[in-house]
């Protein structure tokens, strides 16, 4: 099972960091994505790592603010939120997938259905 924590209230400009720690099984076999949703809105996937952590996934509009990052040793992934904006604001959660795949559209995107073993997400809200 995953645990997404490290949510919080935070002001526009603020940061935050993000946890997705495994139990019962070994995260290092999995890539992991990120995803969010926010108040009446679908589901968005946000970031994803691979495995080994040597490839990074973001989606257009968290792209030069936040960053994914892994510690297989510790069986946790992280995401750095840097410059949050009020438009960040949704609960977040992680989840594992066999491989980082990221859809080509008019902006590029995860599907949630390539995701598995979904975890209980955290709230994070930016807001002065």
């Known amino acids: 099972q995953l645990q997404a924590s490290g949510g919080g209230l935070v002001q526009p400009g603020g940061s935050l960091r993000l946890s997705c720690a495994a139990s019962g099984f070994t995260l290092a076999y999995y890539a992991i994505g990120w995803f969010r949703r926010a108040p009446g809105k679908e589901r968005e996937g946000v970031s994803c790592?691979?495995?080994?952590?040597?490839?990074?996934y973001y989606t257009d509009s968290v792209k030069g603010r936040f960053a994914i990052s892994r510690d297989n040793a510790k069986n946790t992934v992280y995401l750095q939120m840097n410059s949050l904006k009020s438009e960040d604001t949704a609960v977040y959660y992680c989840?594992?997938?066999?491989?980082?795949?990221?859809?080509?559209?008019?902006?590029?995107?995860?599907?949630?259905?390539?995701?598995?073993?979904w975890g209980q997400g955290t709230q994070v809200t930016v807001s002065s």
């Open positions: 790592i691979s495995s080994n952590g040597g490839s990074t």
């Open positions: 989840a594992t997938t066999r491989r980082c795949h990221m859809y080509s559209g008019s902006v590029n995107w995860f599907r949630p259905a390539d995701f598995n073993s």
